[in-house]
């Protein structure tokens, strides 16, 4: 079962919304809502998205998205320029080398970082577009025929290539780009790889029929749309997500409380000795401990949603649970990061007040965490206070000897028994 939700959860994240944006383009194309190329709207989209994509993208700093969005810019127009006035040969030059630089570029750009578009690593890009633009344009002079034929050979038998009517160099290069990006994404999802995998599925598509018509740029700007989609949801991530952690931020928790009922559990979460464990090991490792609770905490059932509330701390919400149920979720999840092993390498020690990092060094340890618990168990509470009165519980888990549970009402004093090292601890709830 669990082998078939991450396959499932893979699938979701290689699939949407990328590969649905561009079924639905196709489906589209597919009715004839785009056969009238004189059709305002279908002159116009392109230019609409594009335009949306480049402001969305410098507004929000998102300077991969942006050199993206601005090589299908430059291919829509030079295929669109590709009108019967252009010679054969140059007009086939400039196919071939569109053809050849879009996956190429878009490749390249996946493994850059978000530098700024102004900045001195987004000017060497803008250099770099630069002079593939010059490039082309010689490549389409009659002097550079022989270089130009280039980008047409076959190596391989032209009846493997004569479907996409893509030259084979560059349905090559597509190919590779495509499987890298796919690889990158089955090892670990991301957002901004997702969309320039699927933007690079719909560029091919605008190219395979050999043509520039409207159909291409139909194509182009849905790539476009699906580089605005990843522009918005970093955006939103960076917003509503906790980097690190990879769990909902405080943020997201404070908005989720506004839509509490009256009846619901709040858990408050804190890792013991977190600032030793940092002065033990080092702050990298004090960051993989984080991210392994996060783990945990992210897994708790009964309903509840846990969130990164700050530093070493996380919060754990129960809509419509009483805490009766809620510590029992919360108690399993106690147990499972205390028995969890975690392997610290590259140990960090003081020694006469300096720190040494010991290379290659390695060494089991566990990690323990103190819960607080409070809910409203059908009453009337504002959240904040039913927050305050968790964070209270929290504090005597703390004076309790730590790596327990402990639950209060609100207004009532908190209370736990503790239980042996080798048990699980004893809740009672007042």
């Known amino acids: 079962m669990a082998v078939a939700i991450k396959i499932l959860r893979l699938f979701y994240h290689l699939t949407i919304p990328g590969g649905l944006l561009l079924a639905l383009a196709a489906i589209m194309i ?23 994509g480049l402001v969305l993208s410098v507004t929000f700093n998102r300077s991969r998205l942006f050199f993206a969005l601005l090589v299908l810019v430059l291919a829509e127009g030079w295929l669109g320029a590709l009108q019967p006035g252009v010679a054969a ?34 000017r060497r890009k803008l250099m770099v577009l630069a002079a593939q633009i010059v490039a ?86 849905s790539a476009g749309f699906m580089l605005i989609m990843a522009v918005l949801e970093v955006s939103y991530n960076m917003a509503y997500l906790d980097d690190l952690t990879q769990l909902p931020s405080r943020r997201a928790f404070n908005q989720a409380m506004l839509k509490l009922g009256d009846s619901y559990t709040i858990a408050m979460v804190d890792v013991d000795h977190f600032k030793k464990f940092n002065d033990t090991y080092g702050h990298e ?10 783990s945990k905490l992210a897994r708790v059932a009964g309903g509840g949603r846990a969130y990164r509330y700050g530093g070493e701390e996380f919060a754990v919400l129960f809509p419509g649970k009483p805490a009766e149920e809620a510590v029992t979720y919360l108690e399993g999840l106690r147990r499972l990061i ?11 020690r003081r020694k006469n007040g300096s720190r040494r990092t010991v290379r290659g060094g390695k060494k089991e340890t566990h990690v323990t965490v103190s819960i607080g618990v409070s809910a409203t168990n059908g009453e009337r509470t504002a959240p904040e206070e039913i927050l305050r009165v968790a964070d209270q ?15 209060s009402r ?10 042996t090292n080798f048990g699980a601890r004893v809740i009672s709830v007042e």
């Not at 090559?172 to 699927?198: C, E, M, P, T």
């Open 30 to 52: 597919r009715m004839g809502m785009f056969s009238d190329p004189l059709s305002q709207g279908v002159r116009l989209m392109p230019y609409v998205v594009f335009a949306a």
């Open 89 to 122: 040969a140059g007009s086939h030059a400039i196919f071939d080398a569109i053809a050849l630089l879009l996956p190429v570029n878009l490749l390249l750009f996946s493994f850059t970082r978000d530098s700024g578009v102004i900045s001195q690593r987004g």
């Open 136 to 221: 082309v344009v010689l490549l389409s002079q009659p002097f550079a025929a022989r270089a130009a034929a280039l980008l047409n050979a076959a190596p391989a038998p032209r009846y493997l290539s004569d479907w996409s009517r893509v030259p084979q160099m560059a349905l090559l290069a597509f190919v590779i780009a495509a499987a890298v990006l796919a690889a990158g994404l089955v090892r670990r999802y991301d957002i901004v790889q997702s969309s320039l995998l699927w933007a690079l599925a719909a560029a091919f598509f605008a190219l395979r029929t050999g043509d520039a018509g409207h159909l291409a740029s139909v194509y182009l700007a």
């Open 285 to 294: 490792s004090g960051d993989e401990a984080l991210r392994m609770v996060a």
């Open 338 to 348: 205390e028995h969890s092993t975690f392997v610290v390498r590259g140990l960090d």
């Open 393 to 407: 519980a929290l504090y005597r888990a703390k004076q309790k000897g730590r790596n327990c549970t402990v639950a």
């Open 410 to 419: 609100s207004g009532k004093p908190a209370k736990s028994v503790k239980a």
